[in-house]
């Protein structure tokens, strides 16, 4: 029987579990550990999550290595998880204490216990990188034979799950908005006998003049009116 992986029914049995999940934490999660249990090799996983102004952090992670090895790259400034955000969508180090691509990090991460990583960039065509996927080993120095193309089938289904999970976010958020600005349209009109237009004008001047957004002082009036 051959040692290769199917890798087909890998990634299908991956994609059928990550896209079970509800929220964009759970998500993060339920990716990393599918992944370690996907991608032959490595024991330890994390997910980096690249943010708007340009950070880049640990947002869900399987083993005990994998948040002080990211921020380790992170701070220095290189590494295979960094690499493979800046430019490359695969970056594969077996061996890594005999590697010279990365100076600084790779003594400490040898005197971590790390053996051999891979990153794969999460990446959607129409949303850039949203982060990355990082593979860690601390049993073995060489890569499956299979690694790299299950991860980077796995890492184009894990975006496109984050990438809906981000938008469920995102719209949850949305919808909690106008209904807590609802609320306090409602309140300011019953305070102050005001029509909605009145009502909405008067809390667009109070986050005007406050610097304050206008689901921030609709959250705190609706807060104030429930303790009442």
Known sequence: MSDRLDVGHA??????????????????QIIATVARDSVPGFDQVGISVVHRDGSVETLAAVGDLVCRLDEIQYDLGEGPCVDSLRDNHVV????IRHD???????????????????AVKLYLDDQGTLGGLNLYSTESEELH???QEVADLFAAHAAIALGH???RETLNQALHSRK????????????YEMNEDRAF?????ASSHSNI???DIAQELVDQANKR
């Open 213 to 215: 957004k206008v689901r």
């Open 100 to 118: 010279q691509r990365w100076p600084r990090f790779v003594p400490q991460a040898v005197a971590l216990g790390l053996k051999a990583q891979m």
């Open 145 to 147: 034979p299979d690694a």
């Open 201 to 205: 004008a008067f809390l667009v001047r």
């Open 180 to 191: 807590t600005i609802g609320q306090a349209l409602g309140i300011i009109m019953e305070r």
């Open 92 to 95: 594969t180090a077996p061996r």
């Open 11 to 28: 990634v299908a049995e991956a994609a059928r579990t990550i896209n079970h999940t509800r929220s964009l934490d759970e998500s993060l």
């Open 165 to 167: 999970a981000h938008e």
